[in-house]
């Protein structure tokens, strides 16, 4: 492989990165909890009247358009007047922290709501601290609220669920895997097992990773996401002939797929086939995909 391909592999890796899966399915992982605990107006339907409630209407029918910057100077207001005298006026503050959140101002959030908690420590409020935290990145934070939700209600799959992609965000893959696994005894869904696999990835264990995406593909032959993580593996070990394998067979169920089409282009100049590679990377490239373009530049137009 020659210097511009040995750099331009740094590319291959980021289907894996930064776990696309926590990403993608952090509102799957806590289903219902977050409709029934997070609403504004679920926390508080049952508490005290407070003070400033006409300013509270507007506020709560601002916060259930989503106008959070509507609704925030209002919410201030009545912190500022109220000076959070009773328990009652912490609603406002409550209130606030979510706003800060869906204006994406997150250490406000925190810092509302940690104030909050310290008077009135309800799940609720807890729960939306392990959304902000996750937002923030601060991922003890974020585990030692789902492992209080986990230790109340022990086997939770979305708890669990959500507890993993943390622990893979974080790097702590081991522990990842023990609540895949966990997960797996209830639901053997092939999204979960393709994580299992893309967990003994992250552990260079990538005999261990191909194993699993191929008992994967085997169990689920339409099921495109293995095909994709066994082709990123096997072109980072330099295995062309497999990696077109997984491709081809990838592109069988999903031919416009542009990451298939950049993998094959990879793996087929990397073969000296020059010539098909560059039109699937080209393919790929005016897919959108610009990593693509580092290898056209390399093989297709003549680089250095």
Not at 254 to 265: M, P, Q, S
Request: hydrophobic share 40%.
């Amino acid at each position: 492989m020659n210097e511009n391909a040995t750099a331009n592999n740094q590319h291959l890796s980021f289907l894996f990165s930064g776990t696309n899966w926590y990403k993608r399915n952090l509102q799957h992982a806590i289903g219902l909890i977050i409709i029934l605990m997070m609403s504004p107006v679920f926390v508080f339907s049952q508490s005290a009247p407070v003070k400033n409630d006409g300013l509270m209407v507007q506020a709560d029918t601002l916060l259930g358009r989503q106008d959070y910057a509507g609704a925030l100077p209002l919410l201030t207001r009545i912190i500022e007047k109220s000076k959070l005298a009773s328990d009652a006026d912490y609603e406002a503050l409550y209130k606030r922290a979510f706003c800060y959140y869906g204006l994406g101002k997150f250490e406000e959030a925190l810092s509302d709501v940690n104030r909050y908690l310290k008077k009135i420590p309800d799940d609720q409020a807890k729960l939306l601290r392990a959304y902000i935290n996750q937002e923030l990145g601060n991922f003890d934070a974020q585990l030692e609220d789902l492992n209080a939700f986990i230790a109340a209600s022990p086997g939770n799959p979305d708890l669990l669920r959500w507890r993993a992609s943390v622990y893979m965000e974080s790097e702590q893959y081991e522990a990842a895997r023990k609540d895949i696994t966990q997960l797996l005894q209830i639901d053997e869904n092939p999204e979960l097992k393709s994580y299992l696999g893309l967990i003994y990835y992250y552990q260079e264990k990538q005999d261990s990773a191909l194993t699993v995406f191929e008992e994967v593909i085997e169990q689920n032959p339409d099921f495109l996401q293995p095909y994709l993580y066994a082709a990123s593996l096997t072109l980072e070990e330099e295995v062309y002939d497999l990696a077109l394998r997984y491709i081809n067979a990838g592109l069988a169920i999903d031919a416009d797929n542009i990451t298939l089409l950049f993998y094959k282009g990879i793996a087929l100049v990397e073969s000296d086939q020059e010539e098909d590679g560059c039109r699937c990377l080209t393919k790929a490239f005016n897919g959108g995909l610009d990593d693509a373009g580092d290898y056209l530049k390399s093989y297709c137009y003549g680089g250095e």
